[in-house]
């Protein structure tokens, strides 16, 4: 149902552009409301930009981001009628990164206490058109950083950095979350 909703409000968005004005009101009021049911029955809640099929950054807290199993790190979501399923194929993170060989360097699970800047390299596959994933750096649980990074093709390598404050030391992770607030990969290291 939420798919049909999603087909009929991006099939028609240039039908509404062009109709009078209260032909519009009268179609979004129909649209939400069917929307809202469709997600009731599906116990699913309304997220932003969802009833379009449209991406918008969804900012949430760790407490709300949605994880998926271990066994299945991935999202599968429609964009602009499209379906994708966006997977973290690499992860990988450093005390530098190699941009000619897109490696990254002094690859560890416990970081030296003398890193001074982190780094976050991952290899995004699925993107069926442009999207984004986001970076989010967690420094003893809390989030200290997140990076919007884009993806423009099916394989895509994207990167990232955080420079590290002295009062920063202990456990990190860092989740790669797609453009719905998935977690679609992580990865924990300590820094000492």
């Known amino acids: 149902m939420l798919e049909k909703i999603r087909r009929l409000l991006y099939n028609n968005s240039m039908k509404l552009y062009r109709a009078n004005i209260a032909d519009n009101c009268f179609l979004v009021i129909l649209v939400a409301s069917l929307f809202l049911v469709a997600c009731a029955r599906d116990n699913k809640p309304a997220a932003v930009g969802s009833a379009t099929g449209l991406s918008a ?26 379906h994708m399923e966006l997977r973290v194929k690499e ?11 897109r490696k990254i360097e002094g690859e560890t699970d416990k970081l030296p206490p003398t890193t001074v800047k982190l780094w ?20 003893k649980g809390r989030q200290v950083a997140d990076v919007k990074l884009d993806v423009k093709y099916p394989i895509f390598s994207t990167w990232s950095s955080k420079t590290i404050l002295p009062e920063w030391k202990g456990a990190w992770k860092i989740k790669v979350i797609d453009f719905d607030g998935c977690v679609i990969g992580e990865k924990g290291f ?3």
């Open 120 to 139: 976050c390299y991952s290899i995004i596959t699925g993107a069926s058109n442009e999207t984004f994933v986001r970076h989010v750096y967690y420094c």
């Open 91 to 101: 992860l990988h993170i450093g005390t530098g990164f190699d941009l000619a060989t």
């Open 57 to 82: 950054e969804k900012l949430t807290t760790p407490e709300e981001e949605v994880t998926r199993p271990s066994a299945e790190i991935n999202a599968t979501t429609v964009t602009n009628g499209e």
């Open 190 to 192: 300590t820094l000492e």
